[in-house]
Antibody
Framework: EVQLVESGGGLVKPGESLRLSCAAS????????MNWVRQAPGKGLEWVSS????????YYADSVRGRFTISRDNAKNSLYLQMNTLRADDTAMYYC?????????WGQGTMVTVSS | QTVVTQEPSFSVSPGGTVTLTCGLS?????????PSWYQQTPGQAPRTLIY???TRSSGVPDRFSGSILGNKAALTITGAQADDESDYYC??????????FGGGTKLTVL
């Protein structure tokens, strides 16, 4: 069964950091691009970042560029999102999503709350 | 700033047909934007319905179909059922590795 399981969310204060992880199983992780997509409470979906299968191409939304870093470890079938200098408007459910042009598979998400 | 537009809300009768659209604030949507559609019910993660314009994701009933209608991407639900009542989101690839989601359509079946 194809599965994505996010972890690492939690409550942090503004300016602090957090690292999210996404464990993939049931497919050949190293052959798929991966994405992070977030959803603020009661709001719509927002694409955050993408990374190609070999990590050679990385992209960010303007809202997170310079603060967030996406990475992956194909040997561990894992995707990561390092989030620095967090702000209140980063509060959201963060979803790991397999390559959207090849039928995106979504994880269940991990919640990040930024509040003092 | 590219804005992807969707109807904020839509209503359909059980058994009816509804077409939701996904447009651009400036310009026309084509297959080059690789439009995808997602369904989300409250408290759940989104589920992929359609990707690359008209490819149905595994397990999605064939009453869901995707297309380009005029200058927009479209999701058509034929024979709407009560459990189709959900939020529907589209996403477009606008180039340079960037994806943009629409604001979502809240579909009511009544």
């Amino acid at each position: 069964e194809v599965q994505l399981v996010e972890s690492g969310g939690g409550l942090v204060k503004p300016g602090e950091s957090l690292r999210l992880s996404c464990a993939a199983s049931g497919f050949t992780f190293s052959t798929y691009a991966m994405n992070w997509v977030r959803q603020a409470p009661g709001k719509g979906l927002e694409w955050v970042s993408s990374i190609s299968s070999s990590s050679s191409n990385i992209y960010y939304a303007d809202s997170v560029r310079g603060r967030f870093t996406i990475s992956r470890d194909n040997a561990k079938n894992s995707l990561y999102l390092q989030m620095n200098t967090l702000r209140a408007d980063d509060t959201a459910m963060y979803y790991c999503v397999r390559e959207m042009v090849r039928g995106g598979i979504w994880g269940q998400g991990t919640m990040v709350t930024v509040s003092s | 700033q590219t804005v992807v537009t969707q109807e904020p809300s839509f209503s359909v009768s059980p058994g009816g047909t509804v077409t939701l659209t996904c447009g651009l604030s400036s310009g026309s949507v084509s297959t080059n934007y690789y439009p995808s559609w997602y369904q989300q019910t409250p408290g759940q993660a989104p589920r992929t319905l359609i990707y690359t314009t008209n490819t149905r994701s595994s397990g999605v009933p064939d009453r869901f179909s995707g297309s380009i209608l005029g200058n927009k991407a479209a999701l058509t639900i034929t024979g709407a059922q009560a459990d189709d009542e959900s939020d529907y989101y589209c996403v477009l690839y606008i180039g340079s590795g960037i994806w943009v989601f629409g604001g979502g359509t809240k579909l009511t079946v009544l």
